[in-house]
C-alpha cells in the first residue's frame, strides 16, 4: 500500500480522530431512534454508530455524542428518563427525510412533525415507532455507560420486540433487495447496497 501517514490519537484534534474513524468504519448502518419525553414530546434522530451486542438476549448500542457545549442529545435524555426507545431500520426510500431528521430543533417541537414522519405506538413500551421504517426494534433501556474522560455515552438497549414488515421478508430471512438499507460513510456522504458477494465459510452455517 506504499507510504502511510501515522496519526497518535494523544496528539492530534479530536475532528481529525473523528475523520480517520468515520472514514474507516464504513458504511454504517443508518436508523432512527425513536423516544418520548417525560413531557409526552416525542422525538426522532439518526443514528449510525449503531451496532447489535447481544442475540440472547438480543441488545443493541448506540454511541450518543453530546452536544458541542456538553449537553446530553434529546434522545439519551428520554431513553435515560422513560426507561425506553425504539430503533427503526431506514430504507432507501426515506433516506433525504432521514438527514434532515438530524437538524436540531428548540426542545418542545417534535420532529415527527417537522420532517413529516408518522409516528405509530409499541406494543411493549412508551417510546413510539417511525411507521414508514422497514423494521423497528422496542428496547428498554439496559444501561448508559460513559466512556473516557469525556463521559462519551454509549446507550445499551435490550430488545424487548420486533416488528419486521412482510414487505422485506423471503421465507425466514430479511431479504437485503427489498429491504434497501442506508449506510452513512463519511462527510455529508450516505450510501445504498451496491453488488453483493456471497461465498460460504467453515464455522459459519447458515442460520
Ligand atoms: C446519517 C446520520 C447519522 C448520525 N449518527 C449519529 C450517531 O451515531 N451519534 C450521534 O450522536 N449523532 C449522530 N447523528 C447526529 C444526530 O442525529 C443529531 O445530533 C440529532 O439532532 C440529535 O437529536 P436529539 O437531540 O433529538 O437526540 C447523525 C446524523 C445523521 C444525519
Known amino acids: 500500500m506504499g507510504n502511510f501517514k501515522e496519526f497518535d490519537p494523544s496528539q492530534i484534534e479530536r475532528r481529525e480522530i473523528y475523520r480517520i474513524l468515520t472514514g474507516s468504519i464504513v458504511p454504517r448502518p443508518i436508523g432512527w431512534a425513536s423516544t418520548i419525553s417525560k413531557d409526552g414530546i416525542s422525538n426522532i434522530a439518526p443514528f449510525s454508530f449503531f451496532t447489535c451486542v447481544c442475540v440472547a438476549p438480543p441488545m443493541i448500542s448506540l454511541t450518543i455524542a453530546r452536544n458541542p457545549d456538553g449537553s446530553k442529545k434529546h434522545t439519551l435524555i428520554n431513553a435515560e428518563e422513560t426507561g425506553d426507545f425504539c430503533f427503526n431500520l431506514v430504507s432507501e426510500n ?47 433501556t439496559h444501561k448508559v455507560i460513559e466512556l473516557g474522560p469525556n463521559k462519551h455515552p454509549l446507550l445499551i438497549g435490550e430488545v424487548v420486540y420486533f416488528h419486521v414488515s412482510e414487505e422485506v421478508l423471503k421465507g425466514k430471512y430479511i431479504d437485503m433487495e427489498k429491504l434497501k438499507p442506508v449506510g452513512r460513510l463519511n462527510g455529508f456522504l450516505q450510501c445504498s447496497l451496491g453488488e453483493f458477494l456471497e461465498r460460504s465459510f467453515q464455522d459459519g452455517q447458515k442460520r
Open 94 to 140: 426515506l433516506w433525504e427525510k432521514m438527514v434532515d431528521t438530524a437538524n436540531g430543533y428548540e426542545e418542545g417541537i417534535s420532529e415527527f412533525s417537522e420532517v413529516g414522519i408518522e409516528s405509530i405506538p409499541s406494543i411493549k413500551v412508551d417510546s413510539p415507532r417511525v411507521k414508514q421504517s422497514p423494521i423497528h426494534f422496542e428496547c428498554k
